[in-house]
């Protein structure tokens, strides 16, 4: 199986949100071309959601700027599970409209507890949405 660069970016990341297990996942339909009345930055819009797809996604607000995922595991580890939020500040493509929050919990024996996110994960996927927005923003450029 071959995958292509961002989506073994994103594999990398669900590893590095602390691995988790089983979850359903939801498929994302591809967005219209042409975006209207999002209340937010459009490419940050896109990029977060084409970089939290593999995720199931449980809200969504494109005029408040806020994607939530559901809890996500990874078969490898069962045992630990990740959620994420971004929320897009402003309608402007700047790395300070864009903020990411995860959180990690791992199984013990009274259950779910709260863990760590490993160093580094929350600033490695603002920059992989900075920079699919980005790419996304330069396509556009050249169409």
């Known amino acids: ?8 970016v994103i594999l990398g990341l669900a590893l590095a949100l602390g691995g988790c297990g089983g979850s359903k996942e939801v498929k994302l339909t591809e967005a219209p071309a042409r975006m209207t009345s999002i209340g937010v930055n459009t490419y940050l819009w ?8 593999f995720m199931p996604i449980t809200q969504v ?8 995922t559901d809890w996500y595991s990874t078969p490898q580890a069962p045992n630990e599970r990740v959620k994420v939020t971004v929320t897009i500040l402003d309608t402007e493509l700047r790395a300070d409209a864009l903020q990411v929050a995860a959180v990690r919990q791992t199984l013990a024996g009274s259950g779910w507890v709260n ?5 580094g994960t929350v600033q490695k996927l603002e920059e992989v949405i900075l920079g699919r927005a980005r790419d996304l923003r330069r396509s556009k450029m050249m169409d």
């Open 115 to 119: 863990a760590a996110v490993r160093a």
């Open 1 to 8: 199986m071959r995958f292509s660069p961002m989506a073994a």
């Open 46 to 53: 896109r990029a977060s959601l084409d970089t939290l797809s």
């Open 61 to 68: 607000d494109s005029n408040g700027g806020v994607i939530v």
